[in-house]
């Protein structure tokens, strides 16, 4: 009896399933299921993200302002839209970055242009810092060595030093090891362009 009372309250779920689809429509349920597909598609899609990148100086840490920054595809090519210029604190932003590798691109006056390759994950948020180093380029040649020097007698020698990068540098000769007592020399400042003898 039991048996026949469960048989019949499953034929009456079944008749009143049966009804309802029938009144809802199988258009309308063809409807939601490419909804659903639909909306599964787009949310399994990787997601843009959101960058900050900060610039600082690899020599004493300070942010570089007017650094300008790239956001590079993997075919090397400055993905659209995504070039910016630091603030006086080093910072941009970058919104709806596209997920996946990509390459932090980074040039300033007086600094080596610096990469840094970087993958974004679909969604996520991530702060980076770029270090990057002065673009100093000094080149050194002999002006003058008066005598030869022995291990019992110190000679001097004088260098030109011509700066050719952005900034002004200090140059100096220091000795190490057994020569850190003999050798020594004026500490100069030599201006972006310019060229002094060291002795």
Known sequence: MDDEIEESKAQEILSTASTKLKSVGIAKIAVLLLIIIVAWWYFSQPQPGNLTVTVSSIDDATPVQDAIVSL????????NGFTAITASDGVVSFARVP???TTIEVSAPGFEVERMPLTLQSGASDSVEVKVA???SLTLAPTSIRGTATETCVKEAQVMVSNEGGDAVEA??????ELANAISSNTVTISPGDSQNVH
């Open 72 to 79: 590079t595809g993997a075919n090397g090519e400055i993905i």
């Open 99 to 101: 997920a996946g590798p």
């Open 134 to 136: 002065r673009d100093v």
């Open 172 to 177: 100096s000769f220091v000795g190490s090891g």
